[in-house]
């Protein structure tokens, strides 16, 4: 046994297989059980090249089934991509092994879909020599995709038609490459210029495979779309087919869904192949999809279709009227130059639009804005709590899920803690759910968090975590000390003032759950927003009698009160006769958390550090921010009216989506905070941050500048969602009557002409927040836009598109406002596209 595994750890493959090959069966399975037991010995090692070659060997020469087998093989830490299949192969024949395909299946059903070929050719030789037929699994699909290019082949590679017209994959998986998602993105073309896509097309044209099925996969993948990269295969694949018209006619409805559905590159390839289908398509079909492409943004495909129209308007002589209707209907393009061709042509065919008297609209047409929905009710069952925490772990919690369970941890561990621990722990085993040590942990949220799971799921051995949350919580600082009494310690001072509480909170409720018949969390929300009514929140104490109240929690329901005076309920809440109901009524009649002062500055990035810094030159050069500080005569001892001036580059790595819930009453203050990461959505691209501006929109308070800046940046991110989430933000502060459009308009245009945010991402949302019934507050937006884009050097791309959707807003609603800088712009002269909308937005602004 000792030989073998020491040829085993050398990678001798051949030494392996003739040490296994004179065994028994008995004394196979035997070493099958040391094999399983000396790899999961040797955890976090590697096993690759000969050394996961002889494994392979080594395992199925003495393992009793496929499931173990595979088992062992499918391991993290197995190197499965240079494993030479031919010695397995040889050792299962050896053995006589019947199994060796549903090895091949069980590995194949493991093989990550972001690595596919990691380990594909060594299931495919399993699948080749058994004579199976191969899995259709989106992971093992994408690896023999690649394998067509990658020429992964003993000896000198073939070419790759000859390799695709003898391959055993080819008629079983060919359908499933239109099927699976990303997976054009593996049909590239390799060095020789030789790719997946001509050698389909060749294979179509000599018969040996199905044209007529090939063309309609590619159609049904234009169809289910997919990212731009992953489509242009499949786009090169048709246009090597070339249908021809009578193949067009018989899927033109799959066309003209493409023309009017499709992203641009995709719906101008329909537009070309329904157009050289000539008089096989059916023209009512025809000019449905024309209605819908004439309202497209994009310009080619537009201009192409109205031509389009104009030739069928003088063919179909009897229909010339309807035609000229559909192309009045151009009047909905974005473009005023294709607006007007669009009207022109139809003018050239007949239409003669009916004039009506028309009423300015002065304002927003919205719907009245919808209050934020009630706190989902608190978890009383241990079932609950437990599908609850299983389906956060290992992901971002979000602000309402982790309020929510951390008042049902306090609720159930003090009531019911037997069921709970015996229900909970083995979630946390599963999701490996580990206490962590050390003075890091001490303000890392996640590691408090699960600090608390633990004490609740496993309460023996916590003493390290009690020791920690004492640390914690002898930090003496609280909403009412205007002053520190003591220095903070280093690492309590390094703090955002977002982790301080969070993890005092965490620290404070670790504590409490060694208590019993505990009421819950006096900060547990009344809204999704995190807010807290004051009339909860003082029946919440009411209840509590004389029973002690937590510091932190206290501290949390406070910060989480509307702003405002209440004297009313201020008398009831010092009647209660207690400390907490003292603090409520102080903090009801003005003695509250007070707005900061904001002031606008712009920042540059950090300082490149030693060696190699490749995030350096990403980073943006300038980014416009808020900094604030607390009113003259205000302490701030927990830092939270302080937002420092930091690099960009530079900050605390917070929890950033939980501060909507920590101030949910101070809207400007959490803008301030969010706005370094909205801003780096529009400038470094980064995703998701965008989300953050509804949850902004929906808090209370004072906005100011910051509010004003995170929504010009969020309606210029890179993403389409995050552009989304700003537009929804936008229109909730509409409807509200809250948004500050000229603030907002100024901000979007300073950074636009200083350069930091790509303006012409903002055109869509604000158009979507026209149609949505905004159109006097987007129209007071541009206005304040516009005159730093016009009097600068140069105007960003994009200010056309901004101009001609200002000539709309203006003419809708009959506002005039001045725009210093239109007249200089008229004043130019030619042709450019900035001077025509130029003088159209000063026609509407003159009617």
């Known amino acids: 046994m000792t030989e073998i595994f020491r040829c085993l750890a050398v990678g001798d493959v051949s030494a392996v297989a003739a040490l296994v090959h004179p065994l028994d069966e008995p004394a196979r399975r035997a070493l099958g059980d040391e094999l399983v037991a000396h790899v999961r010995s040797r955890r976090g090692n590697w096993w690759s090249g000969r050394e996961a070659t002889a494994l392979a060997v080594l395992a199925v020469g003495t393992l009793s089934t496929a499931p173990k087998t595979a088992a062992l093989l499918g391991r993290r830490e197995v190197e499965l991509g ?43 030789g399993l699948l080749v020599a058994e004579q199976a037929p191969p899995p259709t699994g989106d992971a093992f699909v994408a690896g023999w995709a690649q394998s067509l290019w990658m020429a992964r082949y003993e000896g000198r590679p073939r070419p790759l038609l000859d390799r695709l017209r003898a ?117 009512d079909a025809v000019l449905d999809a024309a209605r819908v492409v004439l309202a497209r943004p994009e310009k080619a495909l537009v201009r192409a279709q109205l031509s389009w129209l104009d030739r069928l308007a003088r063919q179909h002589l009897q229909r010339t009227a309807e035609i000229a209707e559909v192309l009045a209907s151009g009047v909905v393009q974005p473009s005023g130059d294709l607006r007007d061709r669009a009207l022109a042509l139809a003018r050239r065919h007949g239409h003669r639009p009916v004039t009506t008297a028309t009423v300015a609209v002065a304002g927003d047409e919205l719907p009245p804005p919808v209050p934020p929905a009630p706190a989902p009710p608190p978890i009383t ?158 029946e919440r104490l009411a209840a509590c009698g004389d029973r002690p109240v ?22 009831r809440a010092a009647a209660l006769g207690t400390p907490a109901g003292d603090d409520l009524a102080g903090w009801l009649r003005g003695g509250a958390l007070p707005a900061p002062v904001q002031e606008v500055v712009t920042i540059g990035r950090r300082e490149r550090r030693r060696g190699f810094d490749s995030g350096y030159d990403h980073l943006p050069e300038r980014r416009t921010v808020v900094t604030t500080t607390p009113p003259d005569g205000e302490a701030d001892p927990l830092g939270l009216l302080t937002v420092p001036v930091r690099p960009v580059g530079q900050g605390p790595a917070d929890w950033v989506d939980l501060w ?99 303006l012409a991402r903002a055109v869509t949302p604000l158009r979507d927040a026209v149609a949505a019934g905004a159109r006097l507050s987007v129209w007071r937006l541009l206005a304040a836009a516009l005159p730093p884009l016009l009097t600068g050097p140069t105007s960003p791309r994009g200010t056309p598109d901004l101009l001609a959707l200002a000539a709309e807003t203006a003419g809708a609603t009959g506002v005039r406002i001045e725009l210093p800088g239109l007249g200089d712009v008229v004043a130019r002269g030619g042709s450019t596209r900035l001077v025509r909308e130029a003088r159209r937005l000063g026609t509407a602004l003159a009617a």
């Open 82 to 124: 240079g494993v030479d299949h031919a010695p397995v192969i040889a050792a299962a024949r050896q053995r006589g092994v019947p199994w060796l395909a549903d090895v091949a299946y069980r590995l194949a059903e493991r093989l990550p879909r972001s690595r596919s070929w990691d380990g594909w050719d060594f299931v495919a």
């Open 167 to 283: 391959d055993p994959f080819l008629d079983p998986l060919l359908p499933r490459l239109f099927e699976v998602d990303g997976i054009g993105l593996d049909l590239v073309f390799n060095g020789a210029g030789q790719g997946v896509p001509p050698a389909l097309a060749a294979l179509a044209a000599e018969g040996r495979i199905d044209r007529p099925a090939l063309l309609d996969g590619v159609l049904g993948r234009l169809l289910r779309g997919d990212r731009p990269g992953a489509l242009r295969p499949f786009l090169a694949l048709h246009d090597l087919l070339a249908p021809v018209p009578a193949e067009v006619a018989a899927r033109s409805s799959a066309y003209l869904r493409l023309l009017a559905d499709a992203p641009g590159p995709v719906a101008v390839l329909a537009q070309r192949t329904l157009r050289e289908a000539g008089g096989e398509l059916e023209l």
């Open 381 to 538: 069952d241990v079932d609950e709590l437990v599908e609850e925490v299983a389906g956060l772990l290992g992901r971002q919690w979000p602000a309402p899920a982790l309020e929510r369970v951390l008042d049902g941890l306090v609720r159930l561990t003090t009531r019911d803690r037997d069921r709970l621990e015996a229900a909970l722990l083995p979630a946390l085993r599963r999701a490996e759910i580990r206490g962590h040590d050390g003075i890091w942990a001490m303000f890392n949220l996640r590691a408090q968090v699960n600090g608390v799971l633990l004490a609740a799921a496993a309460p023996t051995g916590a003493d390290r975590r009690r020791e920690q949350w004492s640390r914690i919580l002898g930090q003496r600082a609280t909403w009412k000390e205007r002053l520190l009494r003591r220095r903070p310690s280093a690492e309590w001072a390094d703090q955002s003032a977002l982790t301080r509480i969070y993890c005092a909170r965490l620290a404070e409720i670790g504590q409490r759950l060694d208590g019993s018949d505990d009421p819950g969390l006096l900060a547990a929300p009344t809204s999704v927003t995190g807010a807290v009514e004051p009339v909860a929140l003082y």
């Open 550 to 571: 937590w510091r932190w929690d206290l501290t949390q329901a406070l910060l989480r009160l509307p702003a405002g005076v209440d004297d009313a309920l201020a008398t």
């Open 660 to 758: 909507p819930a920590l101030l949910p009453g101070h809207r400007g203050l959490v803008a301030a905070r969010l706005l370094p990461d909205v801003a780096s959505a529009a400038q470094e691209g980064a995703e998701g941050f965008g989300a953050l501006l509804p949850q902004l929109a929906e808090c209370t308070g004072v906005g100011g500048p910051a509010v004003d800046l995170a929504l010009a940046f969020g309606l210029c991110a890179r993403h389409e969602a995050d552009r989304v989430a700003a537009l929804d933000a936008l229109l909730m502060l509409a409807a509200a009557g809250e948004l500050d459009a000229p603030g907002v308009g100024g901000r979007l245009g300073a950074l636009a002409a200083d350069n930091q945010v790509t």
